[in-house]
């Protein structure tokens, strides 16, 4: 049975690059948001050369993952598909914000969905000396609860799975620098770095993700 990739909409940030930002506050940043579209590319690069990279494509309606492996001289692309049924985001004004996305995918005879709720505080990033970013052009969302409900369903027999985790603040957190900020639409960027060390391996993560959010 082929596995159905259903991306994802969160990492851990180590570094953060941009080019140009805007500025924003507290009173454009608060609404309902919809996510109208997401961008995501990640690369990992393991000591042996071996690459994954990773691409991720969502609209209000749909999404797409293309994941392609390349060990040596031979290289394997797999594409998978899926429904969005949910993908929305409260920014509060009191500093807290939920995140919900839902996904639905067939193959075959095989259905699978996938719901995730994200919630936590956020909040500016300060001025740091030195650095080319200016008041309010970085956001840091902490992630302090992650709940997911998954279920696979082949032919007329389903099984489900829960998780629920939570989180320190600073433990798991998304930092994204402000493109664009309207009334009624915000753009995010993150470019995400990060090396893993395990004995004598090791492998490098990167990621580029972008999406705009627009008022409910």
Known sequence: MK??????????????????CGKTS???MANEWKVSSYNSVATEIETNGDKTVTTTTMTETASTVTEVETSGSNS??????????????????????TWTTGLSATNGNVTQTSNVVRSGTWSFVSKTKGDEFKKNE?????????????????GSITTSSTN???????????????????????????????TYTS???S???TETQSFTLTGK
């Open 3 to 20: 596995k159905i990739i259903f991306g994802t909409l969160s990492v851990a940030l180590l570094a953060v690059t941009v080019t140009s």
């Open 26 to 28: 507290t009173g454009k």
């Open 76 to 97: 394997q692309t797999s594409t998978s598909a899926a429904t969005v049924k949910a993908n929305d985001m409260a920014i509060e004004k009191d500093g807290t914000w």
């Open 138 to 154: 970085r956001v840091i969302f902490n992630v302090l609860a992650e709940n997911s409900t998954g279920s696979s369903t082949v």
């Open 164 to 194: 629920n985790s939570t989180y320190l603040a600073g433990e798991n957190v998304m930092v994204f620098t402000v493109k664009e900020s309207k009334k009624d639409e915000l753009q995010l960027e993150m470019d995400a770095k990060n």
């Open 199 to 201: 004995g004598n391996n």
């Open 203 to 205: 492998s490098s993560y």
